[in-house]
């Protein structure tokens, strides 16, 4: 493992509190969100952007907070990200100085969206929200100074199975095409009876086996959600239609192996994939910018991938 990102893992260790298995849905919830919010100590600090506004978006549950990014004036491509945590922690403000350097980084107007968390929004509110993003900035692009000629759609760990889900919806649906999708270390199979083998070798690696499961509970509605290709995308009967994708995978994640299966999915759907595994890196390091080299790595690969769209 990458020195630094054991640096993260220990630190993390020291900063939260002990995992109880006995505890309710309410407390553990709670010491799950405060854990989760601890990845913003390692962001380093916010990069000064040229402009940070907030879209509110209509939708059948109220007003949907989409916060804009614009690295520069004039008319820009759009990067929409998804932010990870399981989609019952995490937030905009939690990813903010990732979102700032994402910005920065690829000249990209990066727009993210406050969608609702489960438990106290079941899946599929935080699909439903992802695509009232996506609709709602089409249709106001000229107006944002958007080029919505150039839509990436982004992700990371939950963010990234939603990123792709919401590619699909936009094929099925007749959305305007998007560019590409970028996959960060992405849940892609939320079946309990999996037997990837990085669940067990990277197990407590950011995510243990006992946490990741009670996420999954929380998050939807019912056991059967989790084999709805929304939710499980690798089950999907046909992924050909989706964009062009950069995957990126973590070796030392449990999630990695669903991740890599993903991809090679794609691939054989004829979706032409570039997939980079970060040697020695752990789950979620979008977040820790100031604490580990690989990010900014991270940073300029997402960078020439959306350049060359």
Known sequence: MDPQARTILETIATLAPDADPMAN?????????????????????????????????????????????????????????????????????SH??????????????????AYRLAPEHHFPAQLDDSWTALTGLVAQAAALDIDASRFVVSGDSIGGTLATTLAARAIAENAPALSGQILLYPNTDLRSETDYESRKS???????????ERQIDLYLASPDARTDPRASPILAEDLSALPPTLLVTCENDPLRDEGEAYGRRLREAGVTVDHHRFDGMIHAFLQCGGRVDATSRLLDRIAAWVKAR
């Open 96 to 113: 903010d100085p990732a979102l700032r350097a994402l910005a920065n980084r690829t000249g990209r107007l990066v727009a993210a969206p």
């Open 25 to 93: 849905d309410a407390q553990w919830l709670a010491d799950f969100r405060y854990q989760t919010a601890l990845l913003k100590t390692f962001s380093g600090e916010p990069e000064p952007v040229h402009a940070i506004t907030h879209l509110l978006l209509p939708s059948e549950t109220g007003p949907l907070v989409v916060r804009l990014y614009r690295p520069k004036p004039g008319p820009l491509p759009l990067l929409l990200h998804i932010h990870g945590g399981g989609a019952i922690a995490g937030s905009i403000d």
């Open 202 to 212: 990277e197990d407590g690696n950011v995510i243990d086996a006992a946490s990741l």
